[in-house]
């Protein structure tokens, strides 16, 4: 999708921080940290939100899973929390389908 800030961070024509990379999916700091590790992971193709997962296209969630997973393990981070903001209340702001993982400090719940 051409107007969306993530699409065009997968693309390359806005940089950055690249955590892990697959035909499927791209994982990236957050620009804004809220935890001393903050990394997003995001399907390769454009899909709104958890709202907008299908039949179709729910494979590339179960991939994200797996490979959230295997990067937990491989960063040693035992405990984390793993977040996906739907709609605007919710507090999403970036209107690709993004899993932000968060680990390094305590959390609180529930979340505000
Ligand atoms: P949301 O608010 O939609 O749940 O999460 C969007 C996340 O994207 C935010 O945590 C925000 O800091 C992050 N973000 C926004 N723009 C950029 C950017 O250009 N680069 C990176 N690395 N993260 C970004
Ligand atoms: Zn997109």
Known sequence: MSDCLFCKIIAGEIPSNKVYEDDVCYAFYDIDPQAPVHFL???????????????????????????IAE???????????????????????????HFHVLSGRDMTWPPG
């Open 41 to 67: 992971v995001i399907p390769k193709a454009h899909i709104s939100s958890v709202s907008a997962v299908t039949e179709e296209n729910c494979a590339a969630v179960g991939h994200i899973f797996r490979v």
């Open 71 to 97: 990067l937990t393990q491989k960063l040693h981070l035992d405990s984390y929390r793993v977040v996906s903001n739907i709609g605007e209340q919710a507090g999403q702001s970036v209107r690709h389908l």
